[in-house]
């Protein structure tokens, strides 16, 4: 790499296809590269993907360091983390950025630890000091009631990044880069092995990637109140979430909660019907682009987080807004 490596990026490969936030670090990255006035990098793991080497320069990338190997199939904390120190080490870009998902949650701080840098999770916004050209991570704080900006010292600085808080640029095929390998590889025998996977069945949009979610409360009173979500949620091409309280009583599946302890999303739309938006809550969906509430209670907190609030009953609200949503589909 004869030009400096200013950002390189964890990529995440599912069945054969580039995960929706590698394509997102990649727009990121490609600003803040600009900023610095390097390149941006890939470092692409796994195996039997060197096929989608082109796809990321497409994207956004000037280089992609390929490690196809058999031992990679799987995401493995010691492989991966012994694989990504041995990249960035030889790579020595200025700001490593991965995905705060399952993956990027587990290999940031490993990663950090074995390279003695700061690390500043699930970031909604990145930016570059003018000055000190330090980065500058925008993450969500005391639950998602308020934004903090960190900076750190270390080399390289680095930040894991919320799903959907950045934009991908659109592809360019006819960019051009340079797909590179290591000059040496790690030793990647381990004593752990993956026993068994098992695979969350989703009908519909997936929650993470749907661009409207309808999230509901407590105060949906049980599981007929989702169900009129769900319908809602369809006309929609949506998905729908719940808060904690409505997953533990059994009224929609643990796999679809939304807020600190489950699921994070940030949609273009979020609804929030018949939940009082605590903290808890909000630190989940607090990256939605539009929040509109509903609620009978007009002291509730979520009042406070939203854009546009309704405040009623939903059993008289939802109904009348699923009808004019209908009719202007079918205009």
């Known amino acids: 790499m004869a030009s400096p490596l200013s950002v390189l990026i964890t990529a995440e490969v599912n069945e054969g296809n580039l995960s929706p936030i590698t394509l997102e670090l990649l ?34 990338a000037d280089h992609v360091v390929v490690i196809d190997v058999p031992a990679l199939q799987d995401y493995l904390s010691d492989t991966y983390t012994s694989v990504m120190e041995t990249v960035v080490r030889q790579t020595d870009p200025e700001i490593v ?25 699930d970031c909604i916004e990145l930016d570059i000091d003018n000055s000190s050209k330090q980065l500058l991570a925008t993450r969500p704080v005391y639950g998602g ?74 105060g949906l009173g049980g599981p007929e109140g989702f169900q009129q979500l769900d319908d809602l ?51 989940g969906c607090s990256g939605s682009k539009t929040i509109i509430a509903i609620n009978k209670d007009p002291e509730a907190n979520i009042f406070k987080e939203s854009q546009y609030g309704v405040v009623g009953d939903y059993r008289q609200v939802l109904p009348a807004f699923a009808k004019r949503v209908k009719d202007l589909l079918e205009k």
């Not at 490609?30 to 080497?53: E, F, I, M, N, T």
């Not at 950025?97 to 950090?112: E, I, K, Q």
């Not at 929609?252 to 903290?279: E, M, N, R």
């Open 233 to 283: 949620a369809r006309a929609l091409k949506g998905a729908v979430g719940a808060t904690r309280a409505a997953c533990d009583n059994g009224w929609w599946p643990a796999s679809s909660q939304v807020g600190l302890t489950g699921k994070i999303v940030a949609p273009d739309l979020y609804i929030a019907i018949a939940l009082s938006g605590s903290s808890q809550h909000m630190a």
């Open 97 to 121: 950025l991965m995905g705060h998902t399952s993956m990027g949650r587990d290999l940031g701080p490993r990663l950090a630890f074995r390279l003695g840098a700061g690390l500043a999770t």
């Open 27 to 60: 727009g990121s990255a490609r600003d803040l590269a600009g900023k610095l006035g390097g390149q941006v990098g890939c470092a692409l793991l796994g195996s039997g993907v060197a096929d989608v080497a082109q796809q990321i320069i497409a994207h956004g």
């Open 145 to 218: 009631n308020a934004r903090a900006t960190f900076a750190t010292d270390t080399h390289p600085q680095m930040a894991t990044v919320r799903s959907k808080a950045m934009t991908p640029l659109p592809p360019d095929p006819s960019r051009q880069g340079e797909t590179v390998t290591l000059s040496t590889m790690p030793d990647l025998t381990v004593g752990l092995t993956l026993s068994d996977r098992v695979k969350e069945e989703v009908k519909g949009v997936k929650l993470e990637d749907a661009p409207v979610v309808l999230g509901g409360g407590r």
